[in-house]
């Protein structure tokens, strides 16, 4: 496994595993950070887990972070009944909060399908609300409409060919290196050729974490069958959007009229990245954070 760029900074912030019973669904979660500094929640993009944040966690000391891995991914456990739709997701994150013992102000952040995932359960409201809302790459409008329409349809004939082929051959397909390898390499915007060389093994290793071909399948059909504008005029907490100049799933267009959709949003562009901010551009994303956050609420290592 190719070493991260981030790994000095992120073995300066102490960091514990924990796991939870959600309603049903254990679930691992991770804590960063002193126990007694502002909290973050994360929550990551689809067939991710809580590795592919920890380049933004290197960047925030100052904060306790709560960064889940979804259930379906990762190491947490899949839905026992329910399908992996918006309803499950939005109902076990409002239990997780609870579960956590988060009760005091805190700061929610998504990044790509779970920028979905957190809107949706901020507008249908949270038994503990958050103080403010951060959305890193949103999916601004709908996956199957405009000029990337077709690669969208393409990766939903990818997903029901895995599902109805039996088993074994199945998740083959669906862990198929080759597959993760030109999608990787689509994403990835930047020039270093390092940094490409890992953001690749990070794909290599942790995109393929998944419980079951239908947690998959059922993960993406909500992916593409939700966005962000459904619900931004419902959500009354400050909100920012990191958008990406060069994003391949949701154009910059978008991500601008998605700004007006919200009561109160201020939208922020990364230039010469794409869907990858977290990995690529994790600083610049950071910065934008804190700025949002004000620094007021920060320490004084936070803000060196």
Known sequence: MIASPYAEQLA?????EHRLDVDGTETSWWEYGPADAP???????FRGDHHGLEPVVAQLPGFRIISPDLPGFGASDTFAS???DLDAYTAWLDAFISGVGIQGP???LGHSFG???TSAAVARGLAVPPERLILVNPIGAPALEGPRGVMTRLAVLYYRAAAALPERPGFALLRNGAVVRVMSVTMAKTKSKPLRRWIHDQHDTYFSAFGTRDSVLEGFTTSVSHDVSEVAADIRVPTLLVAAERDDVTPLSAQQRLATLFPDARLEVIPEV???IHYET??????????FLGSDHLDSEARA
Not at 12 to 16: D, L, T
Not at 282 to 291: E, G, N, S, T
């Open 12 to 16: 300066r912030i102490p960091v514990s």
């Open 39 to 45: 909290v973050l929640v994360l929550v990551h993009g």
């Open 82 to 84: 329910d399908p992996h």
């Open 106 to 108: 805190y700061t929610l």
């Open 115 to 117: 920028s979905i995932v």
């Open 274 to 276: 794409g869907h990858l």
């Open 282 to 291: 994790p600083q610049a994303a950071a910065a934008m954070i804190l700025d």
